[in-house]
């Protein structure tokens, strides 16, 4: 098994609202997406998952509903609300910023150091 | 933003559904073991690895409830819920921590809201601390007055002031003349007295200059009460003229409601007291009218120093003085403060340092009792710590259960505050400044509950804080021994404080004693004084009013039941007499004595019967005779006192006599023993009395009291009296008082101190005497295993006894020899309160260690006999 990234609460919050906002989803979707679209190299617990997901719902960015699952059994999904839908507007713009910000930083550390 | 606001509302109110989460998590853990199956795992093998990987449920379940908005306050509620359930199950132990704080916040605040105007809350002058009451005093009169001459001139030659302004000495009744007349009082004061204390009207204007002049117009400015209740507030009251005892006025300003003469005296209506300085060199005597003068300090003088610059003025105005009067006139200049309380100040500080030992004693309560519950909890914190509990819960916890406590204490503390205050008030004399105005402070209210929050939260804490070793987990109970020392000297600290509050109070009610025991000099049981005022328009001459008082007289001997009828012009021991000095007496045929010493002596007008109603012994010579009434020989009688200091080694009867003030030759006939007469604690005065004839001249004044002696109880004989007074001239109002209860009015003071501070000495006991029990109590069934083993050992009923009566011993021993140390130390405070009583009383410092120590015994023995019968079998099993 890949080692996994612990991730920070504001980014595991990212990925979350990202994977919500193509579809809805339940949980473990959830879990299993951020997986696949990362290589296996997050792997998201259920003991992280589920306070970020009740958080987030708190927070209005996202709201619950209990329908069927795909092999038909009762499962909670979460979807995007619209504030959702701009805090992860502007959250991803913040991430862009930073991370453009933060490669710069790397990227001329590497040169220096070579 | 509002729907987020408003999805943390939904949530806030509608707390999801446990069984939701569960199911949430089951669907996964079953995607998880579908998801292994499928990829050729065995089920069994599939569940096992899908639980592992899925780690502790029950902790996510709890990190998601705390992602709930509120969710703190629900823990706040568990938290209180956990700490009502905890005094519901031990109400004795809740109800003495509520009961100790109640009564220490009760009691620090009704006394606080008593002495903070006496002696913190600012006066409500401007400035107030830089104004003073500067004159001379007198030992006749002790405060500060000065004669319109002197004040003219210090007023000019001063410098340590900047703004010097008067006031005329005391109201005078005065008669508002309308359809709807209204006896008031009148005062007057310059134009420069308002702005002196930075006091400004509330409707219309301060005097003007050329308006306090003699011979200016008549103008008034009146009483904020006065317009409101007369003149029913009219916001035109301004300009409109008034008449004031027959003359028109015009008013020119309203005071405002918040206005206070430096005097504490009350008045209606004021004039200006347009001074005129030619007639202040002429007037009474070449001294002009007394007044009450008032200064403002010029910046960075110090009272000392203008009294050092004043000194001069005085001394060269002492010239103008008899040489009798010059030693004991002095200058004297004080603060608004001393001026208005002085002589209730050294009460107001005792009382505030009894009502502080007591929140001491009740603070030291809170702390022990929660040391106390710390201890026994201390197996109770580990068990929680080792199960998962954070410190941060535990302290959180600690803090919500002092905070109910200082809560519950507050609110019946601040009931007992509003029950004590009310008494207070009740049962104060009058003459307290301030008193009848006090009001609950609710900052001190909040001070005292904050104090006893913290002192309980302190000790509380220190429990929760402690890290508890794994011994904790093993122990029974454990007591650690630096708190056990911390709890006794707190307990001891207890027992001292209140060996000090006692002491005091004992010394109080003996000193009480004394004044309630002492020997007046005369019997007050059977008398009754009545007081007639004729109205000066009809009986307008001195013959008439001697007539009216004689048929009176003659009206009341025919009463049923009559022993005496005597009349005087003021009666002891208390009230007004005329007093004049020792020096100005002389005896004929001798020089006069040298001025200005001696002190005073009193003077007293009275009939024949005077002596019989009251019971006062002629012990040489004789009584006034009656047929001497109508004789124009003036006789008088000495007291005593006075017959021994005037004629140490001759016989004075047959002796003339005089003073300065008149009569010159007056023949003493006999020496009468002598009476209380200089109030009831004060030394009591020589005494010279003259015999009232029935010549005019002798009723010009306006005092004359009626004794009536009668074998008749009061009650009964008043409907009389008034009858025989209604025959003669119905319209006189009359004053009838029974002259025991005179008497006891006197000791109104006295008597208010006493309860009062007996009452916080005994509060005070009380809660050492609880703490010590309770100490005693807790340690007794924290050793309960401890006692069995001995017992078990061969240890008898007796060794028990003794291990925990020493224990408790100890600390009263302990805490007695400090306190009375304390107390000794610091009994010389009381002495402006003490009549006739040491400050090391020895009745009072042998007898208050024997009570506490009797208390206090009752106090050990209770626990102690709990501890006896301790079964060891019982204590051993218990393990």
Redesign the interface.
């Known amino acids: 098994m890949p080692e996994s990234t612990d991730l920070l609460q504001g980014t595991l919050d990212l990925l979350i609202l990202k994977t919500l906002a193509v579809e809805s989803m339940h949980g473990w979707g959830v879990a299993q997406r951020i997986q696949q679209l990362s290589k296996d190299v997050l792997q998201v617990g259920q003991g992280s998952l589920y306070p970020a997901l009740y958080r987030l719902e708190y927070k209005g960015w996202i709201r619950s509903e209990w329908g069927n699952s795909e092999n038909n059994r009762r499962a909670k999904f979460y979807r995007l609300t619209a504030t959702g839908r701009k805090h992860l507007e502007t959250e991803l713009a913040t991430w862009d910023r930073l991370s453009e910000a933060i490669g710069l930083v790397l990227g001329r550390a590497a040169e220096a150091s070579s | 933003m509002i ?2 606001l ?3 509302l939904r ?1 806030f109110f509608h707390p999801r559904r446990r069984d ?2 569960a ?3 089951a ?2 853990l ?3 073991i ?1 998801q292994k199956t499928a990829i050729g795992v065995s089920p069994a093998e599939a569940r096992r690895q899908a639980l592992i ?4 449920v029950e ?2 379940r709890e ?2 409830e ?4 509120g969710w703190w306050i629900s823990t706040v509620l568990q938290d209180v819920r956990y700490a009502l359930r905890g005094f519901r199950r031990n109400p004795l132990f809740s109800i003495s921590v509520v009961a100790t704080l109640a009564l220490g916040i009760g009691a620090t605040t009704a006394v606080f809201s008593v002495v903070d105007r006496v002696l913190f809350r600012p006066l409500p002058y401007q400035d107030y601390d830089q104004i003073v009451s500067l004159g001379m005093v007198h030992s006749l009169e002790h405060q500060e007055f000065l004669m319109g001459r002197f004040y003219l001139e210090w007023k000019d030659n001063q410098k340590p002031f900047g703004t010097v302004a008067s006031q005329s000495t005391g109201p005078h009744p005065c008669d508002l003349v309308e359809n709807n007349p209204a006896q008031l009082d009148c005062i007057s004061f310059q134009a420069e007295f308002l702005p002196l204390f930075g006091i400004s009207p509330l409707l219309g204007r301060n005097f003007l200059p050329e308006e306090d002049r003699p011979n200016g117009p008549r103008v008034v400015m009146i009483s904020y009460a006065l317009w409101r209740g007369h003149f029913a507030g009219d916001q035109h009251i301004i300009d409109r003229n008034i008449n004031i005892d027959g003359d028109p006025a015009r008013i020119i300003g309203v005071l405002p409601a918040s206005f206070q003469f430096p005097t504490l005296e009350s008045a209606d209506v004021i004039f200006p007291m347009a001074l005129n300085p030619a007639i202040q060199q002429t007037t009474n005597g070449g001294f002009g009218n007394p007044m009450r003068t008032f200064a403002r300090l010029k910046p960075g003088v110090s009272i000392e120093q203008a009294y050092a610059q004043i000194q001069p003025l005085f001394n060269g105005d002492l010239k103008w003085f008899p040489a009798s009067a010059k030693s004991e006139l002095r200058l004297s200049i004080r603060s608004l403060r001393d001026r208005e309380t002085q002589d209730v100040q050294p009460v107001a500080w005792i009382l505030l340092a009894f009502v502080l030992a007591v929140l001491l004693i009740a603070c030291a309560n809170v702390a022990s009792l929660m040391m106390a519950r710390g201890a026994s909890r201390g197996r109770e914190l580990a068990v929680r710590l080792a199960l998962g509990a954070n410190r941060s819960r535990l302290i959180r916890q600690a803090l919500t259960e002092a905070f109910l406590w200082s809560f519950a204490g507050a609110v019946v503390g601040l009931a007992i505050a509003r029950t004590l205050l009310a008494v207070f008030i009740r049962l104060a004399p009058t003459g307290i400044p301030f008193l009848r105005e006090a009001h609950l402070d609710l900052r001190i209210a909040v001070f005292t509950m904050v104090l006893s929050f913290v002192c309980g939260t302190v000790f509380g804490l220190a429990f929760a804080l402690q890290r508890p070793c794994s011994a904790t987990l093993n122990a029974r109970a454990s007591i650690s021994r630096s708190h056990a020392l911390l709890r006794r000297s707190l307990v001891t600290l207890q027992i001292a404080a209140s060996i000090v509050l006692l002491s005091g109070a004992a010394m109080l009610l003996r000193s009480f004693e004394k004044i309630e025991e002492q020997n007046l000099g005369m019997q007050t049981g059977r008398v009754v004084t009545v007081k007639v005022a004729l109205p000066w328009f009809r009986y307008n001459t001195a013959q008439k009013s001697m007539q009216f008082y004689l048929n009176l007289e003659s009206a009341l001997r025919r009463l049923p039941g009559n022993r005496a009828v005597g009349i005087a012009d003021s009666i002891p021991p208390g009230g007004w007499q005329g007093d004049f000095r020792y020096a100005d007496l002389f005896v004929q045929g001798r020089p006069r004595t040298t001025p200005g010493t001696g002190g005073t002596v009193a003077s007293r007008w009275v009939t024949p019967d005077y002596f019989r109603a009251l019971n006062i012994p002629i012990i040489r010579g004789r009584n006034f005779a009656d047929q001497d009434r109508n004789g124009t020989q003036q006789e008088c009688i000495l007291s005593r006192l006075l017959a021994s200091r005037l004629f140490p080694s001759e016989d004075p009867v047959g002796k003339q006599i005089g003073n300065k003030s008149g009569v010159a030759g007056s023949t003493v006939v006999g020496i009468a023993d002598n009476v209380q007469n200089g109030g009831l604690t004060e030394q009591s005065l020589p005494e010279i009395y003259s015999l009232w004839r029935n010549v005019s001249d002798d009723w010009a004044g306006n005092r004359v009291i009626f004794l009536v002696d009668s074998v008749m109880p009061a009650a009964s004989i008043e409907p009389w009296i008034r009858s025989q007074i209604a025959s003669l001239d119905r319209t006189v109002p009359v004053e009838m008082e029974p002259l025991k209860q005179t008497v006891s009015t006197l000791a109104d003071r006295p008597r208010f101190e006493t309860a009062l501070l007996a009452f916080f000495a005994f509060t005070g006991l009380m809660l050492a005497v609880i703490g010590l029990y309770g100490l005693l109590a807790f340690m007794t069934s924290q050793r309960t295993q401890e006692i069995g083993v001995r017992m078990a050992l061969g240890a008898t009923k007796t060794n028990i006894l003794s291990l925990i009566a020493h224990d408790g011993l100890r600390m009263v021993l302990a805490g007695g020899a400090l306190g009375l140390g304390v107390a000794l130390a610091t009994s010389r405070m009381l002495k402006s309160l003490l009549f006739q009583i040491s400050v090391y009383d020895p009745f009072t410092f042998i007898v208050v260690p024997l009570l506490l120590c009797l208390v206090a015994l009752v106090a050990i023995l209770i626990p102690a006999r709990a501890g006896m019968r301790v079964d060891p079998a019982v204590a051993l099993r218990n393990e």
Do not use: K, M
């Open positions: 729907t987020e408003l999805t943390r949530y939701d989460f199911n949430e998590l669907f996964h079953d995607q998880s579908a990987e899925f780690g502790a902790s996510t990190q998601c705390q992602q709930r908005p």
